[in-house]
């Protein structure tokens, strides 16, 4: 192989074979191609983009630079979801655990906040004790004993992707629709999963601010799934105003416990189930949406998910009885009266992180104490002087969140409807 062939003949625009992809994912990962080779390589993807058999082929040369899950024949069927990335999305806390009670098993590898987001293991992690950093022998145990762990990418699974994702970030790479596609499905795919479900945010809040952009991504993503053979489905979901009512760390174990005993925002539990629901089918564990919608709902609400959920804590060094933080409470009220019009989600996440509930450079220590209360919804309408959110803070960054929040909620005087929930189901 010669790279500057296989980045001219990319540049150019011709197909490139799923032997040339692995050859260069291959030479990449062993330091044969040098990183000035790859990232020209990268903006000719970024630039003449991949057909689905390319995506496929980087996909799965990218999942086979390291090790993958391997399960014993027979065992429960393996599931997980992804999701792109939002304000308050908490879903995998109380869908792992949900789907675990209807006998499915969730090996669930998760990230930490990414841009204004928040990430799965850090929320975990404001559970005193609880551990996500586990070899893949460990992590395979606890998902055997429980039927799920949420826990962090060990360094051995898909190393193709950390090099190049580091790469991407740093030559601006990384809103490209099969790059990303097989960055996200190289990483779950080596899972050994039997079905795989993607919630694509678009919105203020999400990584693809148009509904478009986010189907888009989606089609890629399941069309990717399919062609490696993995039932996929994914759900394009609505990211212009934080999910649930809380977002931060600890504040958003709260919600998912709520969740998890069969209380909590409405919005919260549909999108778990929802999404739940799409698994069960696949894994013909449900025979149509209508009845696995039915099983979710009676685990939320006969206390199996919660106690599948206390097991998977337990497992993985949790306390959950242990108390967990809250800052002091501070109200920002309405300014004017009106109707609630738009949020600026990702400013709300920005908010956050100015707290200190996300990270502002690699190695941040985390409060995981802060966060806010989500009190109106777009849509709504409010009286000048009416709380609209509250935040959890102590000094850090109390005064520029506060003015960040403030700003970041539009009130007009014409009623608006807000945006569905589910926009698009993609299969
Ligand atoms: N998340 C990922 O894991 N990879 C990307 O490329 C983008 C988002």
Not at 329 to 352: C, M
Request: charged residues 25%.
């Amino acid at each position: 192989m010669n790279p500057v062939q296989l980045i001219s003949r990319k540049r150019d625009g011709a197909e490139l074979s799923a032997a040339e992809i692995g050859e260069l994912i291959g030479g990449y990962v062993r330091g044969d191609v040098p990183d000035y080779q790859m990232s020209a390589w990268a903006m000719a993807v970024f630039l003449r983009g991949m057909t689905t058999a390319e995506t496929a082929a980087l996909t799965d040369s990218m999942l086979r630079s390291g090790v993958v899950f391997e399960w014993a024949k027979g065992g429960k069927r393996k599931v997980d979801k992804h999701s792109s990335g939002g304000i308050g999305d908490k879903v995998s806390i109380p869908l792992a655990p949900a789907l675990a009670a209807c006998g499915l098993e969730v090996p669930m590898i998760s990230g930490r906040g990414l841009g204004a987001t928040g990430g799965t293991l850090d929320k975990l992690e404001a559970i005193p004790g609880l551990r996500t950093n586990f070899s893949i022998e460990e992590a395979q145990r606890i998902s055997g004993e429980v039927g799920c762990v949420i826990c962090a990418a060990s360094e051995k699974l898909v190393p193709a992707d950390r090099k190049l994702y580091a790469l991407r970030d740093v030559t601006g790479t990384v809103p490209s629709i099969p790059l990303i596609t097989a960055s996200i499905m190289s990483k779950k795919l080596a899972e050994g999963l039997d079905a795989l479900v993607l919630d694509v945010k678009w919105g203020s809040g999400a990584f693809m601010k148009s509904r478009a952009d986010a189907a888009a991504l989606a089609t890629s993503l399941v069309n990717t799934g399919k062609r490696m053979g993995v039932p996929t489905v994914a759900l394009v979901t609505d990211m212009n105003q934080p999910l649930g009512r809380l977002a931060g760390n600890a504040v958003e174990i709260d919600e998912s416990v709520e969740c998890l005993q069969g209380a909590g925002p409405a919005d919260l539990r549909l999108l778990t189930i929802e999404l739940g629901a799409e698994l069960l089918v696949a894994t013909k564990v449900a025979s149509d949406l209508a009845s696995a919608r039915t099983k979710l709902e009676k685990t939320l609400d006969d206390g199996s998910a919660f106690a599948a959920f206390e097991r998977m804590v337990a497992a993985q060094g949790g306390n959950l009885s242990a108390p967990r933080p809250r800052a002091a409470r501070v109200v920002i009220t309405a300014e004017r009266s009106g109707y609630i019009q738009q949020i600026d989600t990702e400013a709300l996440g920005w908010a956050i992180i100015e707290l200190g509930g996300g990270r502002k450079q690699l190695g941040d220590q985390l409060d995981y104490s802060t966060g806010l209360e989500m009190l109106v919804r777009i849509g709504d309408q409010v009286s000048a002087g009416q709380p609209l959110v509250e935040i959890f803070a102590g000094d850090r960054g109390r005064d520029s969140a506060k003015r960040m929040i403030q700003q970041a909620i539009t009130i007009g005087d014409a009623p608006v409807d807000p945006p569905p929930l589910i926009a698009e189901r993609i299969t």
